[in-house]
């Protein structure tokens, strides 16, 4: 089964994204929509083995109201899934 980023909560500039089947040590970042730009200060890790969990993000101030989405690479920094749109303002 393929891995998948299910949903997206943000509350005071924390990102909470609940995922499945994402693998131990796959990289999770912010990446703005209209430009594609990964924010690399963005960056989090799964650390945790079981197939069912959430992620917490911090945005610093420095990331601006627009249109994101969340992408996760595997081990091997192939794309393993992908989030929906969501807005930070």
């Known amino acids: 089964m393929k891995p998948v980023i299910s ?3 943000i509350e005071n500039r924390v990102v909470v994204a609940k995922y499945q089947r994402l693998m131990v040590g796959a990289k999770v970042v912010v990446v703005e929509k209209a430009s594609g730009r990964q924010l690399s200060e963005t960056i989090t890790r799964v650390a945790s ?3 069912v969990g959430a992620l917490r993000i911090r945005l610093p101030e420095a990331v601006p109201p627009g249109t994101y ?3 996760a690479f595997n081990g091997h920094g192939e794309q393993a899934a992908q989030s929906a749109d969501f807005e930070i303002r």
């Open 7 to 9: 949903s997206i909560e």
């Open 49 to 51: 083995p079981v197939p």
């Open 69 to 71: 989405f969340l992408k």
